[in-house]
């Protein structure tokens, strides 16, 4: 992609990932940016990724326990397996631990799905393993020379879609496994102390080209112009009140939050929802949504039209910090018979680092309460970050808070408010 510069008005506020300033192809601020990381490394301050190559797995007799499953959203749960590796390392005194992930599609009804499992040791849909010492994934051994060669052409196409780093280590996941084998890694920790704050799975800073929201020379629109906030006049797929506010994450991603209410018998009730969306490469689609240059978006049968006095938009980071405190929610089915099961919650919020928080507390079905008790961690798009929480550990992809702001969240059904 290439862009134009322009100049625009400074914006006030805190905000994350605005760049609308053409990024120098020759400024150097990239390479500078990694040369003064594998500086660092060099010297001690990150540690190190590895890649141990592939082996084999039995799923009727694993190498290493499953720790994590995904559906779909390998990277977030990766991360979050790269992180709890790590906490282990750091509470056992241990300076290295082997990840080990296994990844592989199957069939759901008419769809195929990937799945990906994760393991991590002595302390793996896609399955990951961790463990802070030892050498269990060699016990079915190494792959032969046909299996080596071929896990060597799929990670070589892996690496177009999948590879990605992480800020404080120097090294790369550019390879899932595959069914029948793990790709496994060896991770050491960096020799100074991390910063408790900030959570090890995320990525580096992202590079100015991928924080550039401004105007483009492809002739596409920027999320910059299609930034802000549209409405739906009269009913859409059954839904009234439609709004919706569009914030960008870089040139080719953005981030939606909607608020409608269903009204479609025996379906009826306000329902709220968060939403990331990557561009269709060459067009003006997001993840279904098409947005055009006089100022609407349609999805389906309706369209949205961006309102007479809206103003561009720049995305806000929601800090975990301030999501901390007493939270009171409800998750309500639509479909009028199942209201007296919906589900009342009281919990509190307590932030972990940057991007993680713990929620315990009590929900109440039918007036019997039930404890609650889960981690959730902050979504990052081509390494910007969003206000998206995935449950840790959860299978479904769609299990994700969306937060509009620290004080109101939003997911399947669901709907939360800060009290306190």
Not at 185 to 195: F, M, Q, W
Not at 197 to 221: C, Q
Not at 283 to 306: E, I, R, V
Not at 342 to 370: I, R
Request: hydrophobic share 35%; proline share 7%; glycine share 10%.
């Amino acid at each position: 992609m290439q862009v134009v510069p322009v100049e625009e008005e400074p914006v006030t506020g805190v905000v994350v990932g605005v760049v609308t300033e053409q990024p120098g192809p020759s400024s150097g601020v990239v390479d500078q940016t990694l040369a003064m990381l594998d500086g660092l490394a060099d010297e001690g301050g990150r540690g190190s990724l590895e890649s141990l190559g592939r082996w084999n797995e039995k799923r009727s007799d694993r190498a290493m326990p499953i720790k994590l499953k995904a559906e779909r959203d390998a990277e977030t749960m990766v991360r979050v397996a790269f992180g709890k590796l790590v906490d282990e390392l750091v509470q056992t005194n241990a300076s290295s631990g082997i990840l080990a992930i296994s990844n592989w599609k199957e069939m759901r009804g008419p769809h195929e799905v990937t799945l990906s499992e994760m393991s991590w040791s002595e302390v793996s849909w896609s399955e990951v393993s961790w463990s802070a010492s030892g050498t269990s994934y060699q016990r079915h051994g190494s792959v032969d020379e046909v299996g080596r060669l071929k896990a060597q052409l799929a990670a070589a196409e892996a690496k177009k879609s999948i590879a990605f780093t992480f800020a404080d280590f120097k090294g790369v996941v550019d390879d899932f496994g595959g069914e029948d084998q793990i790709a496994v890694y060896r991770v050491t920790l960096p020799r100074g102390r991390l910063d408790p704050n900030k959570w090890v799975g995320r990525p580096p800073p992202p590079a100015p080209a991928d924080l550039y929201t401004g105007p483009r020379s492809d002739g596409l629109l920027s999320t910059d112009e299609i930034s802000g906030e549209y409405s739906a006049p009269g009913c859409v797929e059954g839904k009234i009140c439609n709004s919706m506010t569009v914030v960008p994450l870089g040139p080719d991603a953005i981030e939606t939050w909607r608020t409608v209410c269903v009204i479609f018998p025996p379906f009826i009730g306000p329902t709220a929802e968060g939403a990331l969306r990557t561009r269709k490469p060459g067009t003006n689609t997001f993840d279904g949504m098409t947005f055009s240059a006089d100022g609407t978006a349609k999805q389906g049968c309706g369209n949205f039209k961006k309102r007479p006095d809206s103003q561009k938009r720049a995305f806000q980071k929601v800090e975990t910090r301030d999501l901390a405190g007493k939270w009171g929610g409800c998750c309500c089915n639509p479909f009028v018979p199942c209201w007296p099961l919906s589900q009342v919650f009281c919990t509190t919020k307590k932030a972990l680092n940057e991007d993680q928080y713990a929620e315990k507390g009590l929900c109440c079905c039918l007036c019997l309460p039930c404890c609650i008790s889960e981690t959730r961690t902050r979504k990052y798009v081509n390494g910007h970050p969003t206000n998206g929480f995935a449950l840790d550990g959860a299978a479904d992809p769609y299990d994700v808070l969306w937060y509009r702001d620290p004080g109101c969240a939003a997911g399947p059904l669901f709907f939360a408010k800060k009290l306190c």
